[in-house]
């Protein structure tokens, strides 16, 4: 007669149980990492990237103002953190951006609704992400007419450095504006990925001022009036009124004149490894 021994049995089944204990409690620490912890170590990523990106375009200012003010031709290099990557081993989403060289556009500085004073030309940078800022996939940074303006789709553009403005009070009131203006060359005018990107600028040349008297207002129209709001009302205060439509800024003062001196800088900008001359 064959005799089977219980006790083995029972200590298999006991292994086979324990071993599915143990793989079901590693799926879920597994779980509660990806779910809980992951999006937040993301988030920040994005937000330090988003952060990099900020000082990155001040330095990319700096190097710009250097040059103009100099108004030295040698070439200065800077560096834009187009994205940042997925993080290994979990389930995550990388961040790419895109920057881009923008010089038409129906952004402008316009003389009692007749005359165009001077066309804004911007370097743009759009980051598409997926954590940060929550519910929000895409930022904006965008270096126009001398300032840095930060967009969000579901909020109000805020300006990070001001453009270059100064103004005299008086009877007419005088403001001066010193305009870069950037020039693209074709090819050279965009890029779109998640690593490191070069821009190349160097000085052009310089416009001797235009001087336009404002017989009634003078507007800024621009996707970031809000940025341009915050400009002007901090700038000139109580000399003059500014009032912020949906897609310009408007700069009236009824008692007395307005003189707008506009500067024009222009300086060449190039995106991506290489240069054409």
């Given at each position: 007669m064959k005799r089977y021994s219980l006790v083995s049995n029972r200590q298999a089944v006991a292994g086979v149980i324990e071993a599915l204990?143990?793989?079901?409690?590693?799926?879920?620490?597994?779980?509660?990492?990806?779910?809980v912890y992951i999006p937040e170590i993301m988030e920040q990523r994005e937000a330090d990237h988003m952060d990099e990106v900020s000082n990155q375009f001040s330095h990319m200012k700096a190097?710009?103002?250097?040059q103009t003010a100099t108004e030295s031709n040698t070439p200065i290099f800077?560096?834009?953190?187009?994205?940042?990557?997925?993080?290994?081993?979990?389930?995550?989403v990388g961040a790419s951006g895109q920057i881009e060289i923008v010089c038409t556009s129906n952004s402008r500085i316009e003389i009692?609704?007749?005359?165009?004073?001077?066309?804004?030309?911007s370097i743009q940078y759009n980051a598409y992400n997926s954590y940060f800022p929550p519910g929000v996939n895409r930022q904006t940074y965008v270096l126009e007419g001398g300032g840095i303006f930060v967009d969000q789709p579901d909020g109000?553009?805020?300006?990070?450095?001001?453009?270059?403005?100064?103004?005299?009070?008086?009877?007419?009131?005088?403001?001066?504006?010193?305009?870069?203006?950037?020039?693209d060359v074709?090819?050279?005018n965009n890029t779109a990925g998640q690593g490191k990107c070069v821009i190349r600028t160097n000085y052009s040349h310089k416009d001797s001022a235009d001087l336009f008297s404002v017989a009634n207002y003078f507007r800024i129209y621009t996707k970031y009036p809000n940025a341009w709001n915050e400009t002007f009302a901090d700038l000139l205060g109580e000399n003059?009124?500014?009032?912020?439509?949906?897609?310009y800024v408007q700069i009236t003062e009824d008692s007395i004149d307005i003189d707008l001196e506009i500067r024009k800088i222009y300086v060449t900008a190039q995106i991506g490894p290489g240069w054409v001359i």
């Open positions: 204990l143990i793989v079901a409690m590693i799926a879920t620490i597994i779980g509660t990492i990806q779910v190097m710009i103002d250097i800077s560096i834009v953190t187009l994205g940042s990557k997925e993080l290994p081993y979990f389930v995550t009692d609704g007749v005359t165009t004073a001077a066309s804004l030309t109000e553009s805020v300006a990070r450095v001001r453009p270059s403005l100064t103004f005299t009070e008086g009877d007419p009131l005088k403001i001066h504006f010193d305009l870069p203006v950037f020039l074709a090819g050279k003059a009124v500014v009032t912020k439509e949906d897609d």
